[in-house]
């Protein structure tokens, strides 16, 4: 999507009456590389009058032209990041939504910009975080237990599906339904699958799971946390879910031997948990959800290259994103091993 | 028969010019789509060198798996085309016909880990190298 100008003039009519302000001028707006699912646009404008008069940076997030299935629409979006701030999570403000299509062809809101970087092949290598690691591990699992103490019922969240009959086995459903809408079969995902349904854990307290909880989804300014991004995929789970997701092989970026998302230590993490939420973290769960975590991802990445393939979308990143799949498979048949 | 250069010879010419002299003069944000443009001319090309023979061999060991008769060179007696071995194989495997207890347990996970060493091959040999298993 390129703005014209009329959509530009648009967005600013919408920002100033949003705002309560006299007028708004869009000094900056590009987009934001990655965003395989929506698209970013970062935003710089100048802001006369109301309450936030003065120069505003921000990130327009809207929807992307084909989404994956069980992503939340921006403004279920948006209401988890109101909710996550007030419950203390680090999270980018969220300002506006935009319900009306006819500002910019599909729904937005405007978020805070906050500063730094979430790359997480560039954070696994960098030096000065090398050293930080472990302060930044505590941090984020502080920031997890936050964002657990939201349990079901939530006011303003009643779009979210209780899983049922239990998170595991709604995960293990919702996964073989989408590999059923695939055009080719996928026997070792149907093995990880048959493996997660037979050693499925029972149902646990449910909390609000952010989904998306690993390292390149959360943004560091000077080994500084500064937002957790990136909260489509939220929904109710068992608190391993969001812990063996950060945890597991296939988001450490290559860090393979710092457990905890390639940039620390895994007891560091767990251990950080436990203070901060006061609920305890059992280790043979967490890995039946890192599991899990290779399973969802791999038939996320299937998605994406359908995508492509189907003609939809067409995009080199999301056609290589499908030859991910064989080395999640690789890890899937070594964690599901004979006899287990 | 086809003259040099092959398409796989093409594919890894190209691939070394994009690398060795285009992707130095391209600004740095363009680099990872050089980058990713490198390895997609890459996963072609090592497909094309490895030819039909895995699938081949892929088909063979799917019939011997679920049951069904195979010619010498892994050409399928009847008619049962590799993608529909292999649905008939996940559907099984989702109905619990290799769990555990069964007596095809083992041989199916070595067959699926036989197919999944042979994408990596193509897809991805570095993950191999780091698995120990190139």
């Known amino acids: 999507m390129e703005l014209d100008r009329a959509a530009r003039e648009r967005l600013q009519g919408f920002i100033a009456r949003a705002a309560g302000a006299e007028g708004c001028a869009i000094t900056e707006l590009r987009r934001l590389r990655g965003g395989a699912i929506q698209e970013n646009w970062c935003l710089d404008a100048d802001i006369a009058g109301g309450a936030f008069a003065g120069r505003l940076e921000a990130v327009v997030r809207t929807d992307a032209p084909s989404k994956i299935d069980e992503s939340l629409n921006r403004a279920e979006e948006f209401a988890l990041l109101k909710t996550a701030l007030a419950a203390g999570v680090t999270v980018p403000e969220p300002l506006w939504l935009c319900r009306d299509p006819s500002v910019l062809g599909k729904e937005f809101f405007v978020m805070r910009r906050v500063a730094g970087a979430a790359a997480g092949h560039r954070m696994v290598k960098d030096e000065r975080l090398r050293d930080s690691g472990e302060a930044l591990v505590e941090r984020l699992a502080e920031e997890l237990a936050r964002i657990h103490t939201i349990t079901p019922p939530a006011d303003g969240l009643g779009f979210l599906a209780m899983p049922e009959p239990s998170p595991a086995l709604h995960s293990v459903n919702r996964l073989r339904h989408h590999l059923d809408r695939l055009a080719t079969p996928h026997p070792v995902l149907e093995w990880g699958l048959r493996w997660l349904e037979r050693n499925a854990p029972t149902r646990g307290e449910l909390v609000l799971r952010h989904g998306d909880f690993r390292t390149g989804n959360y943004m560091v300014d000077e080994n500084r946390l500064t937002g957790i991004l990136d909260w489509e995929f939220a929904g109710w789970s068992d608190l391993h879910d969001d812990i063996g997701w950060f945890c597991a092989k296939c988001w450490r970026f290559g860090a393979d031997d710092r457990e905890a998302g390639g940039i620390g230590v895994r007891e560091t993490f767990y251990r950080a948990y436990e203070r901060a939420s006061e609920r305890s973290v059992d280790p043979g769960t967490v890995s039946y959800w890192e599991v899990m975590a290779h399973l969802r991802w791999a038939v996320i990445a299937l998605q994406q290259a359908q995508r492509h393939v189907s003609g939809d979308e067409p995009a080199l990143e999301m056609a290589l994103t499908g030859h991910v799949v064989p080395g999640l498979e690789l890890e899937i048949l070594q964690l599901t091993g004979k006899g287990t | ?134």
């Open chain 2, 1 to 134: 028969m086809r003259d040099h250069p092959t398409g796989e010879e093409l594919l890894i010419i190209a691939r070394t010019v994009l690398r060795e002299e285009l992707m130095p003069l391209l600004p740095d944000e363009r680099r990872y789509d050089a980058l990713m443009v490198a390895n997609a001319m890459a996963i072609a090309a090592r497909q094309i060198a490895f030819g039909d023979a895995p699938e081949r061999r892929e088909r063979q060991s799917l019939a011997g798996l679920l049951g069904e008769p195979v010619d010498g060179d892994g050409a399928m007696a009847g008619s049962a085309a590799v993608g529909d071995l292999t649905r008939r194989l996940s559907a099984e495997i989702r109905g619990g016909a290799f769990d555990p207890s069964t007596p095809r347990h083992g041989a199916a996970h070595s067959f699926l880990l036989d197919v999944t060493v042979q994408k990596l091959r193509e897809s991805a040999p570095k993950t191999l190298e780091a698995a120990g298993m190139a």
